[in-house]
């Protein structure tokens, strides 16, 4: 029995219903704690594990395909939660401030105070531009995984899946396997690369056979794959949008694939922004060649109080994305003085999973050297239209060599998106304009909200405790 010593009932705030928020409630609620558990998302799950809506019935194999057992169990357990935790869907936390969250429901805001508060924020696809993807039918891979999951719909008739990772597999094979049409899987890594990243891969042999897998499913629809590729352009116009894609194959012919939809994505990014705004210290990771903030084995950021877990954190995959959410939980428990038992054997596991997301960053490369090589009138900043040469001019006639100096002159950055699409793109082109390392350039700072917000809020009643907001939530939204 773990030991455990009298102490003052903790007030617990989990950011993320995906596999590490829900893991962390769960370890939170073994303890005896009835956490707060807020979750941007209409239902739980996270990307990964993404509730269809109420009332479609396609089957767990049909949409999560590999991980259709993972997603069932979690979805399975976190509804066996639901009376033991105060559960705020569709609810997003704009900003964190000394002990506090600031969220918004529909158009009431409120603050929450907490003594402990773990961030299980997730990730985001990690774009490289390419001329014409401002075109309409350009998406990225998430946003294409999203359509299909809550939408029950594919981005077109003709998708073109493009870019590299595992997740522009499993996409690929998700469409397929719901019946929409891929024209085309063109992946800029190549198999040379694959098989030197062998050793490290085969720290998870079962997540190595769940890739065979969704090869076996591209096969079997006759998909061509072509790897080694390098992106030429989107085609398109903006009248009838998306048209083609072409690409220069690893033997220098090029390939025109006629498309109207192209889901674009290469790996993922850490979605960071909620750790900046609790003022967490961040570091330049050189592997991934991104900031991150900086967490100790068990989750805990520089910010007493203040835990990171999943892919917010690290992007490891959602299986280490439990095991960190519940390492998370229980560094928090022991910070309370509450003993609970675990921890060693969730740290040997995790190391297995850093092996083996060391070994996907080999397989698939972020490709770098294609921001130098940009066009100068492609756009990288979407929400503001900012070319590659609109950011080239600040750096090279304005001397804006830092990512916020470069912000400021040019607004890459300033759009509804604050940087998460174009940000590492941006840093990549700043840096080679400027021949000086990526590191160098720096990160663009967070600033609340991290999102829109409405004009006309609110206050959520000041006498409400926190199961009665998510109550009054679960109201509104039935109706």
């Not at 402990?116 to 998430?142: E, K, N, Y």
Request: proline share 4%; charged share 20%.
């Amino acid at each position: 029995m773990a030991a455990q010593r009298d102490v003052k009932p903790l007030n617990v705030i989990v950011i993320g219903a995906g596999p590490a928020g829900v893991r962390a409630a769960q370890a939170l609620v073994e303890a005896g704690l009835r956490p707060t558990v807020i979750d941007e998302g209409r239902r739980d799950g996270g990307q990964i594990y993404r509730r269809q809506p109420e009332g479609f019935s396609r089957t767990y194999e049909t949409l999560y395909g590999t991980e259709a057992s993972r997603a069932q169990s979690l979805h399975r357990e976190f509804d066996a939660l639901r009376a033991q935790i105060d559960y705020l869907p569709g609810t997003l936390v704009w900003n964190i401030g000394p002990k506090a969250v600031h969220v918004v429901s529909g158009t009431r805001y409120d603050e929450l105070a907490f003594d402990a508060l773990i961030v299980c924020s997730g990730a985001t696809d990690r774009l490289m531009p390419v001329p014409g993807w401002h075109h309409a039918g350009t998406f990225s891979l998430g946003g294409a995984q999203v359509a299909l999951k809550s939408q029950g719909c594919a981005v077109g008739a003709r998708t073109v899946m493009m870019g590299t990772g595992p997740l522009l597999y499993l996409v690929a094979a998700q469409y397929v396997k719901a019946g929409a049409t891929v024209s085309a899987v063109l992946d800029t890594s190549t198999l040379a690369q694959r098989v030197r990243a062998l050793p490290q891969l085969l720290a998870l042999p079962q997540a190595l056979r769940k890739g065979v897998a969704l090869m076996r499913v591209l096969r079997r629809a006759r998909v061509a794959v072509h790897r080694g590729v390098t992106p030429l352009a989107i085609d398109g116009s903006s009248e009838h949008g998306v048209t083609g894609v072409r690409v220069k194959l690893a033997s220098g012919a090029t390939l025109d694939v006629n498309c109207d939809a192209v889901a674009l994505g290469y790996h993922l990014r850490s979605e960071t922004q909620l750790a900046d705004l609790a003022g967490c210290e961040f570091r330049f990771d050189s592997a991934t060649q991104t900031w991150l903030p900086h967490i100790d084995g068990d989750g805990r950021s520089s910010v007493a109080g203040v835990y990171l877990a999943g892919d917010g954190a690290r992007v490891r995959g959602a299986d280490a994305a439990e095991r960190a959410g519940r390492l998370a939980a229980l560094a928090a428990l022991r910070d309370a003085g509450i003993e609970r038992e675990g921890a060693a054997s969730l740290r040997a596991q995790l190391a297995r999973y850093t092996r083996f997301a060391a070994g996907l960053r080999a397989a698939f490369p972020w490709p770098a050297r294609f921001a130098a090589a940009l066009p100068d009138e492609t756009i990288v900043c979407r929400c503001e239209a900012i070319t590659a040469g609109e950011l080239r001019h600040v750096v090279r006639d304005m001397g804006a060599l830092e990512a916020n100096r470069a912000k400021a002159f040019s607004r890459v950055g300033m759009g509804r998106c604050q940087g998460r699409f174009c940000a590492h793109a941006g840093a990549e082109v700043i840096a080679a304009e400027a021949r000086v390392p990526l590191e160098a350039v720096g990160r663009l700072r967070g600033q609340a909200p991290v999102k829109p917000l409405p004009m006309a809020l609110a206050p959520a009643r000041a006498s409400s405790h926190a199961c009665e907001r998510a109550d009054n939530h679960a109201q509104e939204f039935s109706e």
